[in-house]
T-cell receptor, first 109, second 114 residues
Framework: EDKVVQSPLSLVVHEGDTVTLNCSYE??????LLWYKQEKKAPTFLFML??SGIEKKSGRLSSILDKKELFSILNITATQTGDSAIYLC?????????WGAGTKLIIKP | GAGVSQSPRYKVAKRGQDVALRCDPI?????LFWYQQALGQGPEFLTY????????KSGLPSDRFFAERPEGSVSTLKIQRTQQEDSAVYLC????????????FGEGSRLTVL
């Protein structure tokens, strides 16, 4: 059965800290891995990763994929209170997205 | 439109009522997905359209759930004889390609069944 597991399920840090969120997967036909940020509304797209070892960066966020060990990490440096959200990882297997349960990140001022 | 639009944003239904949720995807997007998201969980796949063709409806939880996209643009998710366990946020997402590359989500329709 395809599955995506995220860890930790929740994380509380102080503003300015660096966090690393984890996503591991087991799917039958991997095409890509996607990270989304979800606040109160719908998930918003962060990154799509298809190749191992190539870091994607957007401001203070970065992500990398390891297709051999079947995981990805999302790093956020110099966290801000606006980074508080649920971060969702999803793996594209054929045309379906298999979703993790998310990591709830809380940034304290 | 500029983004994926869903309506209604909030719907309260009495158990046994039928509801219809609308999704207006980004113009020209080929793929359209419906997800159900319970509180504190990731989205659960319901069904997938490529243009007007419903390619996968394996995630629909029962035969009370029905989705259509007759002209390959706007889609409607219909839930008949609603039950309390149907209470959730129903998310619609669209993608420009016939694949789940970058999905653009609507803000969801929150259904509460009393």
């Amino acid at each position: 059965e395809d599955k995506v597991v995220q860890s930790p399920l929740s994380l509380v840090v102080h503003e300015g800290d660096t966090v690393t969120l984890n996503c591991s997967y087991e799917v039958t036909n991997f095409r890509s891995l996607l990270w989304y940020k979800q606040e109160k509304k719908a998930p918003t797209f962060l990154f799509m990763l298809t190749s191992s070892g190539i870091e994607k960066k957007s401001g203070r966020l970065s992500s990398i994929l390891d297709k051999k060990e079947l995981f990805s990490i999302l790093n956020i440096t110099a966290t801000q209170t606006g980074d508080s959200a649920i971060y969702l990882c999803a793996v594209n297997s054929n045309y379906q997205l298999i979703w993790g349960a998310g990591t709830k990140l809380i940034i304290k001022p | 439109g500029a983004g994926v639009s869903q309506s209604p944003r909030y719907k309260v239904a009495k158990r046994g009522q039928d509801v219809a949720l609308r999704c207006d995807p980004i113009s020209g997007h080929v793929s359209l997905f419906w997800y159900q998201q319970a509180l504190g969980q990731g989205p659960e796949f319901l069904t997938y359209f490529q243009n007007e063709a419903q390619l996968d409806k394996s995630g629909l939880p029962s035969d009370r759930f029905f989705a259509e996209r007759p002209e390959g643009s706007v889609s409607t998710l219909k839930i008949q004889r609603t039950q309390q366990e149907d209470s959730a946020v129903y998310l619609c997402a669209s993608s420009a390609s016939g694949d789940t590359g970058e999905l653009f989500f609507g803000e969801g329709s929150r259904l509460t069944v009393l």
